[in-house]
Nanobody, 116 residues
Framework: VRLVESGGGLVQAGGSLRLSCKAS???????????MNWYRQILGKGRELVAH???????TYVDSVKDRFTISRDNAKRTAYLQMNRLKPEDTAVYYCNRENRDWTWGQGTQVTVGS
């Protein structure tokens, strides 16, 4: 399974973006049963877990994005989403997704840049 992230871009502080993550090659039952995570990475730093959506649709977030970001999934499309509102300059990073055990092939990520 290959992951393909998209939807990043340049936005001013306070703006919004919606990221998509398609699990290309995943079969429906495998994707549906997989908890999915969004991560972000700033150049020179480790990858940070940002948001999680369980196979049952339950969600958790890192404190810094709570009440601003919303993770969701569409199993029929084998796609996970990250709606990002009220963006801040500190949200600038490359965003990646993977399932919880991180055994799918990582994608290129999608760059999010938030101007002040």
């Amino acid at each position: 399974v290959r992951l393909v992230e998209s939807g990043g871009g340049l936005v001013q502080a306070g703006g919004s973006l919606r990221l998509s993550c398609k699990a290309s090659g995943a079969i429906l039952s495998d994707f549906s049963s997989s908890p999915m995570n969004w991560y972000r990475q700033i150049l020179g730093k480790g990858r940070e877990l940002v948001a999680h959506v369980g196979s049952d649709g339950s969600t958790t977030y890192v404190d810094s994005v709570k009440d601003r970001f919303t993770i969701s999934r569409d199993n029929a499309k084998r796609t996970a989403y990250l709606q990002m509102n009220r963006l801040k300059p500190e949200d600038t990073a490359v965003y990646y997704c993977n399932r919880e055990n991180r055994d799918w092939t990582w994608g290129q990520g999608t760059q999010v840049t938030v101007g002040s």
